[in-house]
């Protein structure tokens, strides 16, 4: 039996398949080639579009939604430099696996290739940074590509996908069909894993006399569940356990078992947990170089597993010993199921040893300082703004920078999707957009974004977006006047030559919040810090804080370039000992 | 790249079917030039039009680390049935064809004739001076064909790449 097919015009289709998939929010920003679609817009109820000021902000801002909720967040650009701007929040969201369906104007199929005013070959250019994407040549085509597209990007590993639609094929009719009636010809993700495999997993952890979990943001993206399957793994086993970047808040930061994040800028416990362990669990990781550093050096004596949705995953940096290629989540609930029917009884005595070992490390108190005289050293800030917000319904995003690693270090998170940043492009700009998009999906949570005065530059104009919907974001700046994690490097690797990252003018940022309609609070001094974040929490307005720090403070832990974990060095006073290779200045 | 690797290098057939939508060939092959990966020969056309599938067979090389990843990488493009390797997975017969210009009068002229009949290559285009040879088999025996043609007038040469199927009953 042929499905009843809705007659409706290709800009129709598009309103009505985002209802379909539950969307509620989408972040846009109009022009020529998608105005028919902004036209069926403007007449759809139940669907709220946030006008950006700039389409990387409307990409970011996606991404913030979906990383917060655990859906797919959506996004409208025009055809051109719509799409062109988009493409550094594609790149994005594929590097950090986060799930968008973004949908592009194109100029009419009768001009495509000619040149025409606000064309480009947007295929063409977002083929490399996305998971998948299409050019709707056929209205026929149209309804199959805009459910295809929730399912590809939302499945298996999530990534962004981009609908280019010419636009007269937004004016032309044809049948819409529903969600349901489309199977993907070729798309098949992994998803249940292997039981046999999940056994000597086991086996193998079961054996272990210095295991370690390392976890990353596939526990994240494979829901709340996945997370609360590792808490049980980790609590069944008493293994140590430490997150990358973009694994924070899976397992709760609280808890003894946590030894923080690892890798470059990770704790001396965790990397030394790692280079020393016998049996590595990477769980939803992998193995970026910020993990590894030097890769031949890497956790030289341990058997290792390792968990992930995608195959190409496996043995793409390190090679691994147990690949698993199932879904984070049910593979963990495989893990506990055979641990437990299996009665693993772990090796009890090489635990407590292992754990001494590490309790020894921990006891270097690697992320110590010292906050003394008038200038507020970034950490302090850091550590008040997560002391007077603790316990809050909160959710963070950064920009990119040593503010990033400070926040990441520092910040003690519960619980999953409530910690947003660019970890794999490392993308300076993205924290501000990413609030928005956090605030719009949870309007009465506090939304704070941890920035730097360099990055916040960068996507300042979405400030404009905060104010319009009312989004009250916290914009808190730690301004040292440098481009600080350049300078950082500048000083280690390039003999203390400056070059270009000090910046000569900087805008006055309370005035700045002011000509937004924002409002501005600046701290100078660690007496005035407290009550000046509180003034930033109570009020329900977006904030520029403007928080003046210590310019040379660096961020330590560091391994450096080119070194392996266990080669760490914890302050300035090491620092000036190191020898970098060139092989390691070549490193980024 | 550290020597011992560089010594490592091997030499695959790698065989994907894919739908045959638009950009599935820039996909595939925009994969290599962005992770680096090297190219030697590619040979695509549709194999089932009733399916829309299109074959796409690669010769590429690299380390044994490097080529399990570019197989990865391939079959996670989302219009792909199928990877296979020809090289490992099971025992198949390569075949390219080439066509093969040579000019020349005289003796190099005759000689050129009996080098080719002794390769089973065929005339397809004859003028008083000069044919164009179609040649079948191994690249290894174009390349031998060609060494030959070399000094006998050589003008060009058109390869179609590697084509390549399993030995026995089965589908890929």
């Known amino acids: 039996m042929i499905p009843q097919m809705k007659q409706m015009s290709g800009a129709e289709m598009v309103i009505q398949a985002l209802k379909d998939h539950d969307v509620e929010h989408i972040f846009g920003y109009p022009g020529g080639a998608v105005l028919p679609i902004y036209d069926a817009l403007f007449a759809a109820d139940g669907l709220v579009h946030v006008l950006v000021r700039h389409e990387q902000g409307a990409i970011h801002a996606a991404e913030g939604y979906a990383r917060s909720t655990g859906r797919c967040g959506v996004a409208l650009v025009t055809s051109g430099p719509g799409a062109t701007n988009a493409v550094t929040g594609l790149a994005d969201a594929l590097m950090d696996s986060i799930p968008l369906v973004v949908l592009s104007g194109q100029v009419a199929t009768h001009l495509i290739g000619t040149d025409a005013f606000q064309e480009c070959d947007t295929v063409g250019i977002t083929r490399p940074c996305t998971k998948h994407n299409w050019l709707v040549k056929d209205i026929a085509d149209l309804p199959r590509i805009l459910h295809e597209a929730f399912q590809i990007a939302t499945t298996g590993r999530p990534g962004p996908v981009v609908i280019d639609i010419p636009k007269d094929i937004q004016f032309k009719k044809g049948g819409y069909v529903a969600p349901d009636s489309v199977a993907h010809r070729t798309y098949r993700p992994a998803f249940e894993p292997d039981i046999d495999v999940i056994s000597q997993a086991v086996a193998l952890m079961a054996s272990a006399k210095r295991p370690i979990f390392y976890t990353g943001g596939g526990i994240i993206n494979a829901g709340p569940a996945a997370s609360r399957a590792l808490c049980e793994l980790v609590e069944l086993t008493g293994f140590p356990i430490t997150s990358t970047l973009m694994g924070l808040g899976a397992f709760p930061a609280s808890d003894r078992k946590w030894l923080g994040m690892l890798g470059m800028h990770g704790t001396f416990e965790a990397n030394h947990a790692m280079h020393d362990c016998d049996v590595m669990i990477a769980l939803g990781s992998r193995f970026d170089d910020r993990i590894t550093g030097r890769i031949d050096a890497f956790s030289p004596g341990s058997k290792k597993i390792h968990l992930d949705i995608d195959p190409s995953q496996i043995n793409k940096n390190v090679r691994v010993d147990l690949p698993i290629i199932a879904d984070a989540g049910r593979a963990i609930e495989a893990m506990i199921k055979v641990w437990k029917t299996t009665k693993c009884m772990p090796d009890k005595a090489a635990l407590a040893e292992w754990w001494e070992q590490i309790e020894r490390w921990r006891a270097r108190r690697c992320l110590d300082y010292k906050q003394n005289g008038g200038l507020i050293k970034p950490q302090y800030a850091i550590d008040r703004l997560y002391e007077l917000t603790k316990g809050r319904d909160l959710y963070i995003t950064t920009e990119v920078g040593q503010h990033q690693m400070w926040a990441a270090q520092r910040f003690k998170f519960e619980e999953p999707n409530r910690w947003m940043t660019s970890g794999g492009l490392g993308t300076m700009g993205y924290g501000i957009p990413a609030a928005i998009g956090v605030q719009t999906a949870h309007p009465e949570s506090l939304v704070v974004d941890i920035a730097g005065e360099g990055s916040v530059q960068m996507t300042m104009q979405e400030m404009a977006t905060a104010v319009q919907y009312n989004l009250p974001v916290k914009i808190f700046i730690l301004n040292n006047r440098y481009l600080g994690m350049v300078r950082q490097w500048q000083q280690l690797l390039h003999g203390g030559r400056y070059s270009h990252s000090y910046s000569e003018t900087l805008p006055d940022f309370v005035k700045l919040a002011e000509a937004f309609g924002c409002v501005g609070l600046r701290a100078e001094t660690p007496a005035e810090l407290d009550a000046k974040i509180m003034e930033m929490i109570d009020v329900r307005r977006p904030v520029l804080f403007d928080c003046i720090v210590d310019q040379k403070e660096n961020c330590y832990p560091m391994i450096p370039s080119g070194a392996a974990h266990n080669e760490m060095i914890l302050s300035d006073a090491e620092e000036e000992a190191v020898e970098v290779s060139d092989a390691g200045k070549m490193m980024v | ?172």
């Open chain 2, 1 to 172: 790249m550290a020597e011992a690797q560089m010594n490592n290098i091997e030499r695959h057939t790698i065989a994907v079917l894919v739908d045959n939508e638009a950009g599935v060939l820039a996909r595939v092959i925009g994969l290599f030039s962005g992770r680096g990966y090297n190219i030697e020969t590619l040979t695509v056309a549709e194999v089932d039009p009733a399916a829309h599938t299109s074959r796409i067979t690669i010769v590429t090389s690299g380390t044994p680390e490097v080529l399990e990843q570019i197989k990865a990488q391939i079959g996670r493009l989302i219009p792909v049935h199928r990877v296979t390797d020809w090289t490992i997975d099971r025992p198949s017969i390569e075949r390219e064809m080439a066509l093969v210009k040579v000019a020349g009068t005289g003796e190099k002229r005759v000689e050129s004739l009996r080098i080719a009949d002794a390769f089973r290559a065929r005339p397809v285009d004859t003028t008083h001076t000069s044919f164009v040879f179609e040649i079948t088999g191994s690249p290894e025996k174009i390349n031998q064909f060609v060494d030959l043609m070399q000094p006998l007038g050589l003008v060009e040469i058109s390869r179609t790449g590697v084509a390549a199927i399993s030995r026995g009953p089965e589908a890929m």
